[in-house]
């Protein structure tokens, strides 16, 4: 299914590639952040789209860092070679969240009003159905050893 609207985006070596293709703009998808350390460090912004689809590539997987901490639930996907933190993955089921400084379009996205979300008290049950309900539903996701199930 063609998509009216195509997010293409990267790290900044071009060995993660990520794209986001929704009916939606960057003023109607939005722009979030939230309160973990991880994402407090790393800076992330992001957004998503549950009606949209997203693709991962990797390049080299060996240059792919998966990192999981806290509720070890989702992958945040991380390039070893030029250090940036392009989107949170997980597993069951495939869904995914982009961080907006790896895509092209990330002024677009910077300029919508941002909202931040308190996670500290968020339950288990509560953030898995949160990112199930928010996230967007991953498609395609391919490495370099070939095309893996998302």
Same mark, same amino acid.
């Given at each position: 299914m063609s998509r009216r609207h195509v997010y293409p985006g990267s790290c900044h070596c071009g060995n993660v590639t990520v794209r986001l293709e929704s009916e939606?703009?960057?003023a109607e998808l939005g722009l979030r952040a939230d309160n973990c350390s991880f994402?407090?460090?790393?800076?992330?912004?992001?957004t998503s789209d549950p009606a949209g689809e997203l693709h991962l590539a990797v390049r080299d997987e060996a240059l792919l860092s998966r990192y999981r901490f806290g509720t070890r639930?989702?992958?945040? /996907?991380?390039?070893?070679?030029?250090?940036?933190?392009?989107?949170?993955?997980?597993r069951e089921p495939p869904v995914g969240v982009v961080n907006v400084h790896a895509l092209?379009?990330?002024?677009d996205f910077l300029a919508c009003p941002l909202q931040v979300a308190d996670l500290d008290h968020e339950? /288990?049950?509560?953030r898995l159905a949160r990112r199930r309900a928010r996230w967007t539903p991953v498609r395609w996701f391919s490495t370099g050893a070939g095309e893996a199930p998302p």
């Open positions: 939606r703009t960057p994402c407090v460090r790393h800076h992330g912004r992001y639930t989702a992958e945040f /996907l991380i390039c070893r070679e030029c250090g940036v933190f392009v989107a949170a993955y997980m092209d379009a990330r002024a339950s /288990l049950e509560a």
